[in-house]
């Protein structure tokens, strides 16, 4: 399974996007997507799972949660955008996620794209697809049997 992660596109949904994410099962939003209409833009790439960020658009916070925990083929993955998280640092995740214990957290907010081990947890930013303030990022997830790899994607364009 390929899976899209994305976070922070302000609005902006880059033809890049399209281009690096081209034929992935489903996109993780990890919030900041700011409109509707943004959110269909992306819907067009594959079907999105997301949660709300601070700059999201009323609508979009009563249609989306705040935090999710999905699986997906056996890897338990919680989705945040952060902004409700102290500074939205690996820090500020790992007593949040102690006891639910996934096997990776992926969340925005700082538009700055990291990937981080801590205690066997997978902490993972793609940054900002919007290329809001940096470089435009994004991540590509690939899970298969229980097992998973993530990277950073560069969008340009």
């Known amino acids: 399974m390929r899976i899209g992660v994305v976070s922070d596109t302000h609005d902006r949904v880059l033809g890049a996007l399209y281009e690096a994410l081209e034929g992935v099962d489903e996109v993780l939003h990890a919030g900041d997507i700011a409109s ?3 959110l269909v833009e992306i ?7 997301a949660v709300y960020g601070n ?3 009323a609508a979009l916070r009563q249609r989306l949660p705040p935090e999710l925990l999905v ?11 952060g902004h409700r998280q102290g500074r939205a640092r690996v820090d500020d995740f790992v007593e949040k996620y102690a006891v639910i214990r996934p096997d990776l957290v992926i969340f925005g907010h700082t538009h700055e794209p990291l990937s981080r081990v801590w205690d066997e947890v997978r902490y993972f930013n793609p940054g ?7 470089d435009a990022t994004c991540g590509l997830l690939t899970v298969v049997d229980g097992a998973f790899e993530v990277e950073h994607l560069y969008l340009t364009g």
């Open 36 to 38: 509707q209409d943004a």
């Open 43 to 49: 819907e067009a790439i594959a079907p999105v799972t």
């Open 128 to 134: 900002t697809a919007g290329g809001v303030g940096g």
């Open 71 to 81: 699986e997906r083929e056996g890897v338990k993955i919680a989705l945040v955008h």
């Open 55 to 57: 700059m999201d658009e």
